[in-house]
């Protein structure tokens, strides 16, 4: 069975300065790998997912990624943060074929302070 | 191009009493679910559908039904509600599985007393 954990709960940091969340997974088979925000009061969306390929992915917003296969790790960065990234950021693995659900981490919550 | 749709944004039950949640998609995604998001928890898998006419049980089904009679749409029922179902619904849509991303509605906040 598959499963995520982020390794922080809530996360914060002031304006400007970088940021890593992190994602550890477990799986024995192939994943796929996504970073969901949750804005406040709002569904979630999107910030990058890494399918294939180069290891590092890069997203909305400045984000990116790192997928570390031998580290089952798939942790978040920017390197410098805005106010407007608070927010609750969930990473999320599938994977893949018929029975390719989405399984959540618990999310992170990440408070960017002036 | 709405995206998807939840209806209602806020809702108030007794224990009980019943209601049906709405979800609808136009961007004609074949995949749909349904999560609930509670604190600390994250979002947790109710149900899904991988067309018109099917669904299947998720990670936490019980206490709930679904249908899908449309292809648009997708509807979650609580036949009697219960205080441990207070919880945000967040339905969802995606072209396919695993590699495809999925498209959030704004949420039902729903709280049972």
């Known amino acids: 069975a598959q499963s995520v954990t982020q390794l922080d709960s809530q996360v914060p940091v002031f304006e400007e300065a970088p940021v890593e969340l992190r994602c550890n997974y477990s799986s024995s088979v192939s994943v796929y790998l996504f970073w969901y925000v949750q804005y406040p009061n709002q569904g979630l969306q999107l910030l990058l997912k890494y399918l294939s390929g180069s290891t590092l992915v890069k997203g909305i917003n400045g984000f990116e990624a790192e997928f570390n296969k031998s580290q089952t790790s798939f942790h978040l960065r920017k390197p410098s943060v805005h106010i407007s990234d608070t927010a609750e950021y969930f990473c999320a693995v599938s994977s893949g074929g018929s029975q390719g659900n989405l399984i959540f981490g618990k999310g992170t919550k990440l408070s960017v302070k002036p | 191009n709405a995206g998807v749709t939840q209806t209602p944004k806020f809702r108030v039950l007794k224990t009980g009493q019943s209601m049906t949640l709405l979800c609808a998609q136009d961007m004609n995604h074949e995949y749909m679910y349904w999560y609930r998001q509670d604190p600390g928890m994250g979002l947790r898998l109710i149900h899904y559908?991988?067309?018109?006419?099917?669904?299947a049980k998720g990670e936490v089904p019980d206490g709930y039904n679904v249908s899908r009679l449309k292809k648009q749409n997708f509807l979650l029922g609580l036949e009697s509600a219960a205080p441990s179902q207070t919880s945000v619904y967040f339905c969802a849509s995606s072209f396919g599985l695993s590699s495809n991303e999925q498209f959030f509605g704004p949420g039902t906040r729903l709280t049972v007393l």
């Open positions: 559908s991988v067309g018109e006419g099917t669904t």
